[in-house]
């Protein structure tokens, strides 16, 4: 099964130096049927002015990963932990027990990123925080595990939590599988272009919640790059 959700009907806010778009419930946007998928609990579609960003403020016992769409983030947190994740990179911040951190675009253009929350298996883990390149070749015409609570997931960022983040890039007319199982949820959103899963086109920046599905297919119907969470009911 999947329901489209179709980026101009998401909720959000503009905040000037911030435009937000919420895939589920989140600061003054609420919807009771969208307060998480699983796992997953925020997907949030981050428009970041230049020389603008979150200034420092805490989390706990949350997943946090950062995908840049364009752009660049500068992150700065209380573990002393400092660094900048570009464009089809990630970045993996585990709140666990606490931390305090800040996210900045430094750069002179605007930054896009999506920010994704997903709620750990359980709470008291140590804080951390990593960030890495993933060479883009290695992602064309398949998905690759980004960051992942399963520990034969190879280079991906470890999370703490029964759940994947994914990646992919697919030509127009390529077609990409992922083996999802018939018990797992996924949520989907095209970063880039646009893909047709089982009939249903899903647009730039849409969001496709899936379920009951064993092997997912996708289709790309124009040049596109594509965000796969993985996760438990």
């Known amino acids: 099964m999947i329901e489209v959700r179709s980026f101009d009907k998401l909720g959000g806010a503009n905040h000037g130096w911030l435009n937000a778009k919420h895939h589920f419930s989140f600061a003054n946007y609420h919807e009771a049927n969208r307060m998480h998928w699983g796992a997953l609990r925020v997907w949030n579609d981050d428009t970041?002015?230049?020389?603008?960003?979150?200034?420092?403020?805490?989390?706990?016992?949350?997943?946090?990963?950062?995908?840049?769409?364009?752009?660049?983030?500068?992150?700065?947190?209380?573990?002393?932990?400092?660094?900048?994740?570009?464009?089809?990179?990630?970045?993996?911040?585990?709140?666990?027990?606490?931390?305090?951190?800040?996210?900045?675009?430094?750069?002179?253009?605007?930054?896009?990123?999506?920010?994704?929350?997903?709620?750990?298996?359980?709470?008291?883990?140590?804080?951390?925080?990593?960030?890495?390149?993933?060479?883009?070749?290695?992602?064309?015409?398949?998905?690759?595990?980004?960051?992942?609570?399963?520990?034969?997931?190879?280079?991906?960022?470890?999370?703490?939590?029964?759940?994947?983040v994914l990646g992919a890039t697919l030509k127009k007319g390529e077609t990409a599988e992922y083996r999802l199982g018939i018990e797992r949820l996924a949520y989907l959103v095209a970063a880039k272009g646009s893909v047709e899963i089982e009939g249903k086109t899903v647009g730039e920046r849409d969001g496709a919640a899936i379920s009951e599905t064993d092997v997912l297919k996708i289709r790309a119907l124009e040049n596109a790059e594509i965000v796969l969470v993985d996760t438990a009911p």
């Open 48 to 164: 970041i002015a230049a020389g603008t960003g979150f200034g420092t403020h805490p989390h706990d016992n949350m997943e946090i990963i950062t995908y840049v769409r364009e752009g660049a983030i500068t992150h700065q947190d209380s573990l002393g932990n400092k660094g900048r994740t570009v464009a089809g990179d990630v970045q993996v911040m585990s709140a666990g027990t606490g931390i305090r951190h800040s996210e900045h675009n430094l750069e002179d253009v605007t930054t896009k990123i999506f920010q994704i929350w997903i709620m750990p298996n359980r709470s008291g883990h140590a804080p951390s925080w990593g960030t890495r390149t993933f060479p883009k070749d290695d992602r064309t015409g398949q998905f690759v595990t980004l960051a992942s609570g399963h520990q034969n997931d190879g280079d991906a960022l470890p999370i703490h939590a029964d759940a994947r």
